[in-house]
């Protein structure tokens, strides 16, 4: 038998290798790793979990804010309308007050003309028709007469100027000294009335 030497190894690596019989690697796994890489894996699903808990709260308050802006926005849109709605009727209503004073005096110069028959016809056939058209007109943009004679006196439509005896029509309107107005059913002004006690 031949004498080995003293650094040649025990085993050849090639024999090994050509036999098949090299030795496998063996690991032993240890616990403080395997422990570690599960740490590992947990801080990742925690971390994910968490970075999806924060967009769906992002996103929850995203939505409140486009909510709260769309109906802000909705707000908007309703005040401007009613406002616009406002500045008509104000503007309407400016001018209708502004032309009662001329219907008052339609009215004055009608009685006076009532008064005598042969100018009554004259009213009738010429300025009437024209107080007619007007008054026509009027109803037509929403100005409507208030109807006071011999109804019951009501503070929220009639203004008392004075009361006088009268025992058949005790608290109703005797006479009217000038008449209330409604525009589109508000009243734009009250009727001055005589009220009987």
């Known amino acids: 038998m031949s004498k080995k030497k003293a650094n040649e190894p025990i085993v050849d690596d090639e024999l090994l290798e050509t036999t098949g019989a090299e030795p496998e690697e063996h690991t032993l796994a240890d616990p403080v790793e395997e422990e570690l890489e599960a740490q590992a894996e947990?801080?990742?699903d925690t971390?994910?979990?968490?970075?999806?808990?924060?967009?769906?709260?992002?996103l929850?308050?995203?939505d409140d804010r486009h909510l709260r802006l769309y109906a802000e926005f909705e707000n908007y849109k309703?005040?401007?309308q009613r406002e616009k709605l406002d500045l008509m009727e104000t503007a309407g209503r400016k001018t209708m007050m502004a032309l009662l004073p001329v219907l008052d005096d339609f009215?004055?110069?009608?009685?006076?003309a009532e008064s005598d028959e042969a100018t009554k016809q004259v009213w009738d056939s010429g300025v009437g028709l024209i107080v007619k058209k007007l008054y026509k007109s009027l109803e037509g943009?929403?100005?409507?007469p208030m109807a006071s004679n011999?109804?019951?006196?009501?503070?929220?439509?009639h203004e008392a100027i004075t009361e006088i005896p009268h025992p058949e029509m005790a608290g109703k309107v005797v006479d009217?000294?000038?008449?209330?107005?409604?525009?589109?059913?508000?009243?734009?002004?009250?009727?001055?009335v005589v009220v009987g006690k």
């Open 141 to 144: 943009q929403g100005l409507k």
């Open 78 to 80: 309703r005040r401007n």
């Open 150 to 157: 011999g109804e019951a006196f009501d503070a929220d439509l």
């Open 176 to 192: 009217t000294t000038e008449k209330g107005y409604y525009l589109n059913g508000k009243i734009i002004r009250h009727a001055k």
């Open 47 to 58: 971390e994910q979990e968490n970075i999806v808990a924060d967009l769906e709260k992002q």
């Open 107 to 112: 009215d004055r110069a009608q009685k006076q």
């Open 42 to 44: 947990e801080n990742a």
């Open 60 to 62: 929850a308050e995203k």
